[in-house]
């Protein structure tokens, strides 16, 4: 199976600067069928990014997807307090789908 | 707007089934693709499988050989079985919709329910 590495493991940064997370396939993730996720505490996840690039529903354009192959990135321009969370990557694209262990973004 | 919600219960003894319901709200189980999700603080987010409106699933091989996920368009709900269980399946448990057909990229969650596996 796919195994996705992401980093940093925590990333703290100040309200209004710029967030950038990555993910990193064990290998090529087939037609980068990669989504990201955001997870507040005591809540379920909340998908972000689908196709490594599309917007979900009423998402924001502060967040951004970009990436392929192998490499991934999600940014998030203009940072607000709502956006301190957990951020998930997960690749579709190979059976069985499968999670990174997430990156941390925490208020500085 | 979709809604999902988990039901079942939240202590389940060792070697037992662990047995949960999802009931939808707000959309039609046809043409879409259901999902099961868990999530450990030890294994992280792991999907467990899903299932069509007219019955196909799809399972994680890591858990195919204890899962059943089944359907019932009657009511609206999805279930989940999960046989002989251990410790390591003590979890919080997620249902969700998948986002386009088969394609596991989730993007209506329910609010999550805690199993804990323990005598």
């Known amino acids: 199976e796919i195994v996705l590495t992401q980093s940093p493991g925590t990333l703290s940064l100040s309200p209004g600067e710029r967030a950038t997370l990555f993910c990193r396939a064990s290998q090529s993730v087939s037609d980068n069928y990669l989504a990201w996720y955001q997870q507040k505490p005591g809540q379920a996840p909340r998908l972000l990014i689908y196709g490594a690039s599309t917007r979900a529903t009423g998402l924001p354009d502060r967040f951004s997807g970009s990436g392929s192959g192998t490499d991934f990135t999600l940014t998030i321009s203009r940072l607000e307090p709502g956006d301190f969370a957990v951020y998930y990557c997960q690749q579709y694209g190979s059976s069985p789908n499968t999670f990174g262990q997430g990156t941390k973004l925490e208020i500085k | 707007q979709v809604q999902l919600q988990e039901s079942g219960p939240r202590l389940v003894r060792p070697s037992e089934t662990l047995s949960l319901t999802c009931t939808l709200s707000g959309d039609s189980m046809k043409s879409y693709y259901w999902s099961w999700v868990r999530q450990s603080p030890g294994k992280g987010l792991e999907w467990i499988g899903y299932?069509?409106?007219?019955?196909?699933?799809n399972y994680n091989p890591s858990l195919r050989s204890r899962v059943t996920i089944s359907v019932d368009t009657s009511k609206n709900q999805f279930s989940l079985q999960l046989t002989s269980v251990t410790a390591a399946d003590t979890a919080t448990y997620y249902c969700a919709r998948n986002g386009q057909q088969w394609l596991v990229f989730l993007d209506h969650w329910g609010q999550g329910i805690p199993v804990t596996v323990s005598s």
């Open positions: 299932v069509y409106f007219s019955g196909n699933t």
